[in-house]
């Protein structure tokens, strides 16, 4: 870390003063004691913040820009679930030393997702520490159509888009140390933990068409715990048909269901509605994200799984920071 205040300012004006995507919301970015952003007409503010420790929620040593990737896109996937567009984000960042080639990889994998995903860094605080990257990210929804994670209604189905399990396989492999040639199944899993493809474009189609919306963090089985949860409905799910991609069954060809029921990190969306509902969510979605029916919604409390038509147990409930 810098040992002077001019030394923070130069390394803030070096690598944060104008990164991602210019937005006209956005009157005054990095630089003063705030930042000035001016709503939209009609849109309400949907703000979610993440924080990622390292050792805690990434191995030590991995790259700079995996760390940046991750960050900033576990946070944009609770805009997603929330049907919101992504307009801005806030950077805390707490450095254990002032490593130039740690920040410039990191710098240039953060601009580089939030080029992806159209958002501009308008503020944020940098000081040392042991490594910890937090992100408050801003995004806009009209009011009436947030999606929440409490209106399950008994009768619709529960839905969920991509592959799951693929980020616990790829983070499982990161612990063994491996890396993976280009194309290699490995080099997906791996991928797919390093860098988490925040669904913004599915969930501002689900807007106002769903009743229900959770992005998937911890894992299914924890997530849908929390749909069943808030909506005080029980859910119904049929490990069976979860999806499962071709690296995962090929690389962990005894796990991967168990891996795609229990492992978190996918940030991928786990919605429910009615069926007429989805087929128009698929449809307006075209061919650009795999979405599967995987189980309904019932009257009752709590959540099932049945996996060969009897019901089964996971050991994880999604990961605890205080136990
Ligand atoms: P203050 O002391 O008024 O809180 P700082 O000295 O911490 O301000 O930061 C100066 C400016 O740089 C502010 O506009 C702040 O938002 C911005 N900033 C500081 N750290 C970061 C960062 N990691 N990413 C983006 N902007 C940052
Ligand atoms: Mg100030």
């Known amino acids: 870390m810098p040992k002077s205040r001019s030394a923070e300012f130069a390394l803030i004006d070096r690598y944060f003063s104008n990164l991602g995507v210019e937005d006209e919301s956005v009157v005054h970015g990095v630089g003063d004691d705030c930042a000035l952003v001016s709503p939209p007409p009609g849109k309400a503010l949907s703000i979610s913040i993440d924080t990622v420790v390292e050792g805690v929620h990434f191995p030590p040593g991995i790259k700079a820009r995996h760390v940046a990737s991750r960050a900033l896109g576990s946070a944009l996937s609770d805009l997603a679930a929330s049907g919101a567009s992504a307009s801005h984000f806030t950077l805390a960042l707490t450095l254990p030393d002032n490593d130039l080639v740690w920040l410039d990889d990191f710098a240039s994998g953060l601009a580089d997702m939030a080029e992806e995903y159209g958002v501009r860094l308008i503020g944020g605080d940098t000081c040392r520490g042991p490594l910890s990257v937090t992100i408050q990210v801003h995004g806009w929804v009209d009011k009436d159509s947030f999606v929440s994670r409490g209106g399950a209604q008994v009768g619709h189905g529960v839905y969920v888009s991509g592959y799951l399990g693929d980020a616990g396989a790829g983070l499982r492999l990161c612990m063994q140390g491996v890396t993976g040639q280009e194309g290699a199944p490995e080099a997906y899993l791996l991928g797919r933990f390093f860098k988490p493809s925040p669904r913004l474009m599915l969930g501002q189609v689900l807007s106002g068409r769903v009743s229900a919306c959770i992005d998937l963090s911890d894992g299914l089985v924890a997530d849908a715990q929390h749909i069943a949860d808030h909506s005080e409905v029980a859910l119904s799910i049929n490990v069976d048909l979860l999806p499962v991609s071709t690296a995962l069954k090929t690389l962990f060809p005894g796990r991967a269901l168990e891996l795609a029921a229990s492992s978190g990190d996918d940030y991928e969306l786990l919605f429910v ?20 029916r995987i189980g309904d919604v019932q009257e009752g409390r709590g959540l099932t799984c049945l996996c060969g038509g009897k019901p089964i147990k996971f050991e994880s409930g999604g990961y605890q920071h205080f136990v």
């Open 273 to 292: 509605c009615a069926e007429q509902d989805a087929r128009q969510i698929e449809t307006l979605m075209g061919n650009t994200v795999e979405l599967t």
